[in-house]
Structure formats: structure tokens, C-alpha cells
């Protein structure tokens, strides 16, 4: 039986990657990465990448005049390499509705807080400003929107005093690297169910 094949998109240091490439050499699902994709050169997640030994590439945005061509690209490396589902492991690009579509329902993404509050780029500085006492992660599916997929799983984490965006980053990415393989464990063995805005967890 031939295994799902994953590809990855990132724009920074691939931790989230790591959290999935560990989950994957300890048997916690089964799964192939068969490419990882930055839109930076300087992006960490090729290291990673390829000291795994995992096909990678960069397809920087700069060099792309519209989000089109871009995407084209991209969809087009993703079909190369037999891509089946994709992960969104910090990539820091939106999607158009027209990528979505070739991959609906089949999108995860982690976002660093807990949605649908602060939604964007900038959660924790968001998160610090506004006061709240409890922030944390979560995975969802991705959609037309931004961070507004139907919510898979979350963790919450507190907020403490003295918190930064650095200090309170940190913490967070401590549960990313723990539900996020969770999350895509049970996707890849068919437990989600999405029922309108909810995703069911089938036994």
C-alpha cells in the first residue's frame, strides 16, 4: 500500500517541519514528505529538509511578478512531486481561492493562538496588546479565508505578566510541536469529519 504523499510549505526555520519529520521517523503515522517548498532562500526548513534527505526547493516570491505565477509554480512542483496533501508549517504566503481549490479540504495550516481570535501575522504582538489572559495554538483546515478553516484541534497556553512576543512565541511553539503532529494523524488515518464549521473526531 502506497503512503500518502505530504508536501510541506515554509518560510522560516521548519521547526513545525522538524515536529512532523520526528512524528514520521517515530512511527506515530505513516507518511511520505515528498518535497519541501520555501518562498525564502534563507529559510531554515531547506536544512532541514535536507539533511532528511527530503527533495527541496525554494521558489522565491520575489521573482514571481503576480501571486499567479507564483502559485502556478508552485502547483506545478507540488504535481511533480505527487503531492497528495499539503502542511503549512509557518509558511507566510495567502493562498488564492484558485491553489485552494486544487487541494480543498486536503490544506492544514497551524496558527499561534487560538482562533478565530487574532488571525494575521502579528498574534502574539495582537495577543499582548489586547490583554487577554489565555492565547495557545491552533491546527484548522484551510480555506478561502485567512485562519478561517474549520478548527481541527487547539491548545491553550497562558499568558503570564511579564510575557514578550518572544517569550510567550516560545512557549506557544512548545504545543505547535505537539498538536500539530496530532493533528495530522488524524487526518491521514481518516478520523476528521468536517460538518459544517466543525470537524468531528470519528472514533
Known amino acids: 500500500m502506497n503512503k500518502p504523499v505530504l508536501g510541506v510549505l515554509a518560510s522560516g526555520r521548519g521547526t513545525n517541519l522538524q515536529s512532523i519529520m520526528n512524528a514520521l521517523n517515530n512511527g506515530q503515522f505513516s507518511a511520505e514528505i515528498g518535497i519541501v517548498i520555501t518562498d525564502k532562500p534563507q529559510a531554515g526548513a531547506l536544512e532541514r ?3 532528511a534527505g527530503i527533495p527541496n526547493i525554494c521558489i522565491d516570491r520575489k521573482k514571481y511578478g503576480t501571486r499567479e505565477d507564483f502559485e502556478k509554480k508552485l502547483l506545478s512542483v ?3 512531486h505527487n503531492v497528495e496533501h ?3 508549517a509557518g509558511f507566510m504566503r495567502i493562498l488564492s481561492p484558485l491553489f485552494i481549490k486544487e487541494y480543498k479540504n486536503h490544506i492544514l495550516n497551524i496558527h499561534p493562538a487560538l482562533l478565530p481570535s487574532f488571525t494575521g501575522a502579528h498574534a502574539h504582538r495582537d495577543v499582548l ?3 487577554v489572559k489565555i492565547s495557545g495554538c491552533t491546527v484548522h483546515f484551510v480555506d478561502e479565508g485567512t485562519d478561517s478553516g474549520p478548527i481541527i484541534i487547539q491548545a491553550a497556553v497562558p499568558v503570564l505578566d511579564d510575557d514578550t512576543e518572544e517569550s510567550l512565541a516560545a ?8 498538536i500539530y503532529p496530532k493533528a495530522v494523524e488524524l487526518y491521514l488515518k481518516g478520523k476528521l469529519k468536517i460538518t459544517g464549521r466543525r470537524v ?3 472514533e
Open 49 to 51: 529538509a535536507a539533511k
Open 171 to 178: 512557549r506557544v511553539l512548545q504545543q505547535e510541536h505537539i
Open 129 to 131: 496588546a489586547y490583554g
Open 86 to 88: 499539503i502542511i503549512l
Open 78 to 80: 507540488l504535481r511533480k
Open 200 to 202: 468531528l473526531v470519528k
